[in-house]
């Protein structure tokens, strides 16, 4: 236990309802529109890109990979860096990076050239969209008011999901790919504005000067690049190939190389004690299993869709409602359920949800479009809760001065489970089917193939997630519940001392054991 005797700070009056707080709502909710619109919204443009900059299919691929990888291999970089020099300092310098970099577009004349452009993107990215969330947590100090912004912020950013194909298909009949990502200049605008006015400074009390541990800077942003990068090449190359297994390898040596060095350091990048806390770890799971399953089930609809049931696009699209559907209409119902249930079995239970959503895929796929369409809005349920409180449940056990490392763990575990659980179903589809998987007019015993394939990868999948929800609760039952106790669960104790005209004094002692800022 830590104890630390200082002069008492003057506490800052947080908002008492989401009204007073508008402005910092309104940028943070655009920040997690760029986030959810520029990915939805440039996939349409692809076909189009290739074309007019003469783009190879791995060019291609890298525009939007080059993007995710250095997205996903920067936020704890980033997080870790936020809570030492400030949330909203870092943030603000990212939406600066945002917009110079999406008005580069305009410039763009070659392929090499737009993967610089989104690689930066990706970078200012891992500034912003994980401190979109520590931001939206500090602001408020009710548990209530949390969960019912950050339902508000997901919300907008599942808008920019569902309307950005539509959008993107109507901006290329009439204008430029370039407008598309040209778009992202307006929105960082009105993002900054929003934090710049709506979000005070940093208190100092609420960060910590830590030095920066380098080296495990360096090791854990390899290890999530190459975490990110072998699904893709197991997706590519098949399990066949020697680049996934040596990726794969190269991650797990890097990885093993981060635990050890976290282990030791004086001032670790990540305190490995506090990702072990019940409620940390277990949100953390949860979040993974979320992740495995919906990429998974996402990638493995798609195809059966289009492959197996010779659906067009826009129809397999159009199958894809039910997910839509229920992750924009169930808003309203995730602050009222968390308050009846708590957070912490709101988490269970949503991710239990996952699970069944998957596993009703996995048995019952085969058996008609209606059961690919309740496993949707199952999983899309569950979704819609555990994005909230799983990463509230894991910001909430840990210290004020952790929130935005918290954040950017929460983003990454989804991150790396989605390219797993991806590479998973891929991987077994392209071992089991025999022939290219893309040509039409299948033969009976390629279709059966396809159908084994999708039923073991959904089952294979399913046992997954049920593993990681089922290790979770175990994990944090029987803990107390933490977020009930409205923050830290830390006490704060003033002591007067009068002691030759001693200012008075704070001693604050975390009950967790935890450093206390």
């Known amino acids: 236990?830590?104890?630390?005797?200082?002069?008492?700070?003057?506490?800052?009056?947080?908002?008492?309802?989401?009204?007073?707080?508008?402005?910092?709502?309104?940028?943070?909710?655009?920040?997690?529109?760029?986030?959810?619109?520029?990915?939805?919204?440039?996939?349409?443009?692809?076909?189009?890109?290739?074309?007019?900059?003469?783009?190879?299919?791995?060019?291609?691929?890298?525009?939007?990979?080059?993007?995710?990888?250095?997205?996903?291999?920067?936020?704890?970089?980033?997080?870790?860096?936020?809570?030492?020099?400030?949330?909203?300092?870092?943030?603000l310098i990212g939406l600066v990076l945002l917009g110079l970099a999406s008005l580069a577009t305009a410039f763009v004349t070659t392929a090499e050239q737009l993967i610089v452009v989104r690689a930066v993107m990706g970078l200012a990215a891992a500034m912003t969209t994980p401190l979109s969330m520590a931001l939206a947590f500090r602001l408020f100090g009710t548990e209530s008011l949390r969960v019912r912004a950050i339902t508000l912020i997901s919300t907008v950013g599942l808008?920019?999901?569902?309307?950005?194909?539509?959008?993107?298909?109507?901006?290329?009949?009439?204008?430029?790919?370039?407008?598309?990502?040209?778009?992202?200049?307006?929105?960082?605008?009105?993002?900054?504005?929003?934090?710049?006015?709506?979000?005070?400074?940093?208190?100092?009390?609420?960060?910590?000067?830590?030095?920066?541990?380098?080296?495990?800077?360096?090791?854990?942003?390899?290890?999530?690049?190459?975490?990110?990068?072998?699904?893709?090449?197991?997706?590519?190359?098949?399990?066949?190939?020697?680049?996934?297994?040596?990726?794969?390898?190269a991650a797990v040596v890097c990885a093993v190389a981060f635990v050890l060095r976290e282990r030791s350091a004086e001032h670790p990048l990540l305190d490995l004690a506090l990702v072990a806390r019940p409620l940390v770890s277990s949100g953390l799971a949860i979040k993974a299993a979320a992740g495995l399953a919906t990429a998974g089930l996402g990638y493995l609809v798609t195809l059966q869709l289009q492959?197996?049931?010779?659906?067009?696009?826009?129809?397999?699209?159009?199958?894809?409602?039910?997910?839509?559907?229920?992750?924009?209409?169930?808003?309203?119902?995730?602050?009222?359920?968390?308050?009846?249930?708590?957070?912490?079995?709101?988490?269970?239970?949503?991710?239990?949800?996952?699970?069944?959503?998957?596993?009703?895929?996995?048995?019952?796929?085969?058996?008609?479009?209606?059961?690919?369409?309740?496993?949707?809005?199952?999983?899309?349920?569950?979704?819609?809760v555990v994005g909230v409180v799983a990463a509230m449940n894991v910001i909430t056990g840990l210290p004020k001065n952790r929130t935005s490392i918290g954040a950017a763990l929460t983003d990454t575990a989804t991150e790396v489970s989605s390219g797993v659980g991806i590479a998973v179903a891929g991987t077994i589809?392209?071992?089991?089917?025999?022939?290219?998987?893309?040509?039409?007019?299948?033969?009976?015993?390629?279709t059966a193939q396809f159908q084994s394939a999708v039923t073991l990868s959904a089952l294979i999948l399913t046992v997954v997630s049920a593993a990681l929800v089922g290790w979770a609760i175990a994990r944090s039952r029987g803990t107390a519940d933490e977020a009930a106790v409205d923050d830290e669960s830390s006490v704060e104790v003033e002591v007067a001392v009068e002691l030759e005209g001693a200012p008075a004094s704070a001693i604050r002692v975390d009950e967790r054991g935890a450093d206390v800022e």
Request: hydrophobic share 55%; glycine share 10%; net charge neutral.
């Open 307 to 384: 492959l197996d049931w010779g659906w067009p696009p826009a129809l397999a699209a159009l199958g894809m409602l039910p997910q839509v559907v229920v992750l924009l209409g169930a808003g309203p119902f995730v602050n009222p359920f968390v308050q009846r249930v708590g957070l912490k079995k709101a988490a269970w239970m949503s991710g239990a949800t996952v699970v069944v959503g998957l596993g009703v895929y996995a048995v019952l796929n085969s058996y008609g479009y209606v059961y690919i369409a309740i496993s949707l809005a199952l999983v899309a349920a569950g979704l819609r």
């Open 429 to 446: 589809i392209a071992a089991l089917f025999t022939g290219n998987i893309a040509t039409s007019n299948w033969s009976s015993e390629q």
């Open 1 to 91: 236990m830590n104890i630390e005797q200082r002069s008492s700070p003057r506490p800052r009056r947080s908002p008492a309802t989401l009204r007073e707080a508008w402005i910092a709502l309104a940028g943070l909710s655009a920040i997690f529109l760029f986030e959810m619109l520029d990915n939805s919204i440039l996939n349409v443009a692809l076909p189009t890109i290739g074309r007019d900059l003469h783009a190879s299919t791995v060019s291609l691929q890298w525009v939007t990979g080059a993007y995710a990888v250095v997205f996903g291999g920067l936020m704890l970089v980033f997080g870790a860096i936020a809570d030492r020099f400030g949330r909203r300092r870092i943030m």
């Open 159 to 249: 808008v920019g999901l569902a309307i950005g194909p539509t959008v993107g298909g109507l901006v290329l009949a009439v204008a430029p790919w370039q407008v598309l990502l040209l778009i992202n200049v307006p929105i960082a605008a009105f993002a900054f504005i929003g934090i710049r006015f709506g979000v005070a400074t940093d208190d100092p009390a609420e960060l910590h000067r830590d030095p920066v541990d380098v080296l495990g800077a360096v090791l854990g942003t390899a290890t999530i690049v190459l975490a990110l990068v072998a699904p893709t090449l197991f997706v590519n190359d098949g399990a066949a190939s020697w680049a996934p297994w040596a990726a794969t390898a």
